[in-house]
């Protein structure tokens, strides 16, 4: 941490009312944090709170909006794996609801973070959510989801860079 930033927090934290504000602030900010990164997204929104549904991806603005006061109810895994399912709708690859499932319990397995019991606690959460042209039923989601922990996760394609007459500043 910063001097300056150091010296901020001393300052602040000298009265009562603004320490608890700044330490509520930074208990938040750290459990947003720990969710994960997602490259193809440019912001997430945490304030999402009179919504049906925990969280969606807007691709047009490139935003993960998350319903804390939903997500807050379950544990930090179930809220990995459904911030990796909206992660995974920002890759053009993922083209649907299952895919974005598979994506994350693929990413879960691989960080070490998603596991036999965790697909449980995910499997209760997805229960709540009303099925649609989008969403399968539970037990459909579920199975897709057992199937793709079982799977290895493959590595994106790498293209190679090959010069031609044309690079090389030739005719």
């Known amino acids: 941490m910063g001097q300056h930033l150091k010296q901020f927090l001393r300052t602040i934290l ?5 320490a608890s504000l ?19 997204v440019d912001d997430v929104e945490t304030n ?9 991806y807007l691709p047009g603005l490139k935003l993960i909006v998350l319903n804390r006061v939903i997500l807050d109810k379950y544990a930090l895994p ?11 709708h920002s890759d053009p690859a993922v083209r649907t609801e299952d895919d974005a499932d598979c994506a994350a319990a693929k990413r879960g397995v691989k960080e070490g973070w998603f596991g036999r019991s965790e697909i449980i606690q995910v499997c209760v959460h997805i229960g709540h959510m009303p099925m649609d042209s989008e969403h399968q039923q539970v037990s459909a989601r579920c199975g897709n989801i057992r199937r793709c922990m079982s799977e290895p996760a493959r590595e994106p394609a790498r293209e190679t860079a090959r010069l031609t007459p044309l690079d ?4």
């Open 14 to 18: 000298r009265g009562a009312t603004a």
């Open 168 to 171: 090389r500043g030739g005719p």
């Open 78 to 88: 179930v809220q990995k794996f459904i911030f990796a399912h909206e992660c995974a």
């Open 22 to 40: 700044v330490a509520c602030g930074l208990i938040y900010s750290a459990a947003a944090g720990q969710l994960g990164s997602c490259p193809g």
């Open 48 to 56: 999402l709170n009179h919504a049906s549904s925990s969280a969606y």
